[in-house]
């Protein structure tokens, strides 16, 4: 996409139209703490688990109007954005309303104020209804913007080209940059960003590391390792997406072989949560979101529904596991 002007920006967040509708690198830097308790080393790897069981369960699976760019649940709703608009359905994918939205989206986050869509250089703000509330250009010409995190006043957002979160204020004043210690390396649109606990988590993807911040911007740490194995991340750059339980384990989503897997906020591996046989197969990576005991994965067109089934657990990835993680009930 070409340089967007403030001009053009607020020409064109001004004419979205709202309709009634029914939808490299590889090792462990040093760390502050941060150590990785599990060694992917040992063990089998995750592309032969044949004795692997999910400990969640298929609850629904339903197509969506085209490609998803970005998605999230609120309030029992998920809202999804594919090109050309955003609309808005229940889990099981009944269609509640439309409208339409003219730029590529890269991200989206839900709360109580409006939509925020992340463009790849723009941020905007919608109410619930669709109607555009405020928005501003990216802080610079060459910024890929590739994901969103709010954390109480404020909003993070990765840039992949400059190689940096930007921290603005929710009224899209920019308040600092933050660099990684380790310098980032992100090959390609896999700078994943999420918030939890007073912390930020983002994905170093070409060191296939996650790094923790404070909202100041302070470094706190890293894990994480190159490899097939559980407990690693494999290929050129990964984990591509992450996201959080209420209680603080961090959800990673790789490509390559595909998988969702937890860890604990300090970087302990947990387990393995829904692997590439469960998610459908294929190389992407499946953007996910939790909702309390549910987990919603998008994979091309089509979002699916899982959630934690005691007797697969019994047998599967969470059998051993003692943790009180609200994934389990």
Not at 258 to 278: E, N, Q, Y
């Amino acid at each position: 996409m070409g340089k967007i002007t403030r001009k053009n920006f607020l020409r064109t967040f001004g004419t979205l139209l709202a309709g009634g509708g029914v939808a490299g690198v590889t090792g462990i830097v040093a760390d502050k703490g941060f150590k990785p308790v599990y060694d992917p080393t040992q063990g089998d790897s995750a592309d032969a688990l044949g004795n692997y069981v999910s400990p969640y369960r298929q609850i629904a699976s339903f197509g969506t109007d085209g490609t998803v760019e970005a998605f999230e649940e609120f309030m029992g709703d998920l809202y999804i954005a594919t090109k050309g608009k955003v609309y808005v359905t229940d889990i099981y994918g009944e269609m509640k309303t439309e409208f339409a939205n003219i730029l590529p989206v890269r991200d989206m986050a839900v709360d109580g104020e409006g939509i925020w869509l992340l463009h790849p250089k723009a941020v905007q703000l919608l109410s619930h209804d669709g109607t555009p509330v405020r928005g501003w250009e990216a802080c610079s010409d060459l910024s890929d913007y590739c994901s969103l995190a709010l954390a109480g006043e404020h909003v993070f957002v990765t840039d992949k080209e400059n190689k940096n979160i930007v921290k603005y204020t929710r009224e899209g004043v920019l308040i600092k940059f933050i660099d990684s210690p380790n310098r980032f390396i992100i090959p390609s649109l896999t700078f994943g960003i999420s918030f939890t606990k007073g912390m930020l988590y983002c994905s170093n993807s070409g060191r296939h590391q996650i790094e923790k911040y404070t909202l100041d911007g302070e470094y706190q740490g890293c894990f994480g390792m190159a490899g097939s194995k559980p407990g690693a991340f494999c290929g050129c750059c990964n984990p591509v997406h992450l996201t959080c339980t209420e209680t603080g384990e961090i959800i990673t989503s790789e490509k390559g072989i595909p998988r969702i897997s937890c860890f604990s906020a300090d970087g302990v591996f947990r387990s393995i949560l829904l692997d590439s046989k469960a998610l459908g197969g294929g190389f992407a990576s499946y953007e996910t979101k939790i909702s309390g005991d549910k987990i919603f994965a998008a994979g091309k067109n089509k979002i699916t529904y899982y959630r934690y089934d005691s007797q697969f657990a019994a047998v599967g990835a969470c059998a051993d596991c003692g943790v009180e993680c609200p994934l389990r009930f």
